[in-house]
């Protein structure tokens, strides 16, 4: 697909509009900043885009040979709409180019922007080693006068922490925390409700804030204690806010409301908004799960007890169960040895991106109770054998997926699961039974055409 014919910045409407250097040719226009990038995951590879797109010259290391070699190739190593187009453009135009090493990119760079993973420790927090050795791999090569840039999710102290690894009165540090969704990311790089910036001084909190002059949105400038705790307060209150829509749909199925209409008749109230207000499976992703435990230990550790938050996440691990409880209950708790159809396997739809993900961790669920899960995702190739998906079986798609199924289990809102052919799905199966873990098929067709449906909150 070439930059023209994709549909994703025209129908931002902000692609075009927002680089005030686009008119420029090949290069980067005067006054352009020189970035460093470290890490093209699914935040460091858009940051990287959409600031080249700005016309900076970006210098983007990634030191996994696969995903590096995918780069040079001309592709992306992750699935994202619109983001190939958007690195193409920026290779083209020759302000994105792509290295192994970070220290290369670091080397002579006005600013290097960490986007290397935070994973989950052992204990709950935040593990920093990767920050950490990407800390002490580029300090000594950075030029006087560079700005470190947190992009990655780092719990309060972490900007000291790294200006402690680097040791350099010349080098400043600051928070810049990304609120990107995976699935709308390019939008979302390119558009950002708001840039949080963290620093100890001011020039330098003014300096990565005009990088993203472009974009228009809204600046808040704060220290980085600030700023480290916005992203994982915004992380806490989106897992929280799913948390309580699942535990209303819970209510709904106790008192035999509809959670579609409850939904409807909260989310017009602006004060409460739609966003994050759909049942589901329950939360999961790379971000929301680790962010939380994060939060909660170092709430912990700070003598604050975030007990709301931990209810929160209680709740979620429920909400995993309940869908388990759901498809067993349907076959009568005779689980052992029977087929299930499980279509999405994603955290959500867009991405490829399987981490933590809700639906995967519910196959191993059933595939752990005796169940031969067959599974079909629009990312995922028939026969994968990833660890992650141990004992299920990929299929090439929904058809494959439920054939012989007695129950189908839909758990990522993929729109190709709205549109399939349900007869054809119905003949498939052995038993016309669907679990609707995210609500996106109507219950009422469903029904009419002879499947005993199931939803979350609703008939
Ligand atoms: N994924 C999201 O939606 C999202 C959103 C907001 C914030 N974040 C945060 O951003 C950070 C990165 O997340 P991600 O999803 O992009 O992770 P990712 O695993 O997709 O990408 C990180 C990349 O960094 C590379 N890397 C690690 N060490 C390196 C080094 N020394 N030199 C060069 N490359 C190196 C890895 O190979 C990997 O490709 C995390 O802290 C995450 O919590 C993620």
Request: with cysteine; aromatic share 8%; proline share 4%.
């Given at each position: 697909?070439?930059?023209?014919?994709?549909?994703?910045?025209?129908?931002?409407?902000?692609?075009?509009?927002?680089?005030?250097?686009?008119?420029?040719?090949?290069?980067?226009?005067?006054?352009?900043?020189?970035?460093?990038?470290?890490?093209?995951?699914?935040?460091?590879?858009?940051?990287?885009?959409?600031?080249?797109?700005?016309?900076?010259?970006?210098?983007?290391?990634?030191s996994?040979p696969?995903?590096?070699?995918?780069?040079?190739?001309?592709?992306?190593?992750?699935?994202?709409?619109?983001l190939?187009?958007?690195?193409?453009?920026?290779?083209?135009?020759?302000?994105?180019?792509?290295?192994?090493?970070?220290?290369?990119?670091?080397?002579?760079?006005?600013?290097?922007?960490?986007?290397?993973?935070?994973?989950?420790?052992?204990?709950?927090?935040?593990?920093?080693?990767?920050?950490?050795?990407?800390?002490?791999?580029?300090?000594?090569?950075?030029?006087?006068?560079?700005?470190?840039?947190?992009?990655?999710?780092?719990?309060?102290?972490?900007?000291?922490?790294?200006?402690?690894?680097?040791?350099?009165?010349d080098?400043?540090?600051?928070?810049?925390?990304?609120?990107?969704?995976?699935g709308?990311?390019?939008?979302?790089?390119?558009?950002?409700?708001?840039?949080?910036?963290?620093?100890?001084?001011?020039?330098?909190?003014?300096?990565?804030?005009?990088?993203?002059?472009?974009?228009?949105?809204?600046?808040?400038?704060?220290?980085?204690?600030?700023?480290?705790?916005?992203?994982?307060?915004?992380?806490?209150?989106?897992?929280?806010?799913?948390?309580?829509?699942?535990?209303?749909?819970?209510?709904?199925?106790?008192?035999?409301?509809?959670?579609?209409?409850?939904?409807?008749?909260?989310?017009?109230?602006?004060?409460?908004?739609?966003?994050?207000?759909?049942?589901?499976?329950?939360?999961?992703?790379?971000?929301?799960?680790k962010?939380?435990?994060?939060?909660?230990?170092?709430?912990?550790?700070?003598?604050?007890?975030?007990?709301?938050?931990?209810?929160?996440?209680?709740?979620?691990?429920?909400?995993?169960?309940?869908?388990?409880?759901?498809?067993?209950?349907?076959?009568?708790?005779?689980?052992?040895?029977?087929?299930?159809?499980?279509?999405?396997?994603?955290?959500?739809?867009?991405t490829?991106?399987?981490?933590?993900?809700?639906?995967?961790?519910?196959?191993?669920?059933?595939?752990?109770?005796?169940?031969?899960?067959?599974?079909?995702?629009?990312?995922?190739?028939?026969?994968?054998?990833?660890?992650?998906?141990?004992?299920?079986?990929?299929?090439?798609?929904?058809?494959?997926?439920?054939?012989?199924?007695?129950?189908?289990?839909?758990?990522?809102?993929?729109?190709?699961?709205?549109?399939?052919?349900?007869?054809?799905?119905?003949?498939?199966?052995?038993?016309?039974?669907?679990?609707d873990a995210?609500?996106?098929?109507?219950?009422?067709?469903?029904?009419?055409?002879?499947?005993?449906?199931?939803?979350?909150?609703?008939?």
């Amino acid at each position: 697909m070439t930059y023209r014919e994709s549909g994703t910045y025209r129908e931002s409407g902000t692609y075009r509009e927002s680089g005030s250097n686009r008119e420029s040719s090949k290069g980067a226009p005067a006054g352009a900043s020189t970035v460093g990038v470290i890490g093209a995951g699914y935040v460091g590879l858009p940051t990287a885009a959409t600031l080249s797109h700005f016309g900076h010259r970006v210098i983007l290391a990634e030191s996994d040979p696969g995903r590096f070699n995918t780069l040079l190739r001309g592709e992306i190593p992750i699935v994202e709409r619109g983001l190939l187009e958007m690195v193409r453009d920026g290779v083209d135009r020759g302000t994105l180019r792509f290295v192994s090493d970070a220290t290369e990119a670091a080397r002579g760079s006005d600013f290097v922007f960490f986007c290397v993973p935070t994973p989950q420790g052992v204990d709950g927090s935040a593990d920093l080693s990767y920050v950490e050795a990407v800390a002490k791999e580029v300090g000594p090569v950075l030029r006087s006068g560079a700005i470190v840039v947190n992009k990655s999710t780092v719990p309060v102290g972490s900007a000291s922490f790294v200006e402690r690894i680097i040791g350099r009165d010349d080098i400043h540090v600051v928070s810049n925390p990304e609120f990107l969704r995976e699935g709308s990311a390019v939008h979302d790089s390119l558009n950002p409700d708001r840039i949080v910036v963290g620093a100890d001084d001011q020039g330098a909190a003014a300096r990565v804030g005009q990088l993203f002059a472009g974009t228009g949105s809204p600046l808040i400038v704060t220290d980085t204690t600030t700023s480290e705790t916005i992203k994982y307060a915004s992380n806490a209150f989106l897992a929280t806010k799913v948390s309580f829509i699942n535990a209303v749909a819970g209510l709904c199925e106790a008192v035999g409301a509809d959670v579609r209409d409850v939904v409807l008749g909260m989310g017009y109230d602006k004060r409460i908004g739609f966003e994050f207000l759909r049942p589901g499976p329950g939360w999961g992703g790379s971000c929301l799960p680790k962010d939380t435990q994060a939060l909660v230990h170092m709430a912990e550790s700070a003598g604050y007890d975030f007990s709301l938050l931990k209810g929160a996440i209680a709740g979620n691990e429920e909400q995993l169960d309940l869908v388990v409880k759901k498809a067993v209950s349907s076959l009568d708790d005779k689980i052992e040895g029977t087929t299930v159809g499980v279509l999405g396997l994603t955290f959500k739809a867009g991405t490829d991106d399987r981490r933590s993900s809700p639906a995967v961790d519910i196959a191993r669920r059933l595939v752990g109770l005796g169940a031969r899960v067959q599974a079909y995702d629009p990312t995922v190739p028939a026969f994968e054998e990833a660890d992650d998906l141990a004992g299920v079986r990929c299929c090439a798609d929904v058809y494959e997926a439920v054939a012989g199924a007695r129950v189908a289990v839909v758990l990522t809102e993929w729109d190709e699961f709205r549109w399939v052919d349900f007869e054809k799905v119905k003949s498939a199966m052995d038993r016309p039974v669907v679990i609707d873990a995210r609500n996106i098929l109507d219950p009422g067709a469903m029904k009419r055409m002879g499947f005993t449906y199931v939803g979350m909150g609703r008939g």
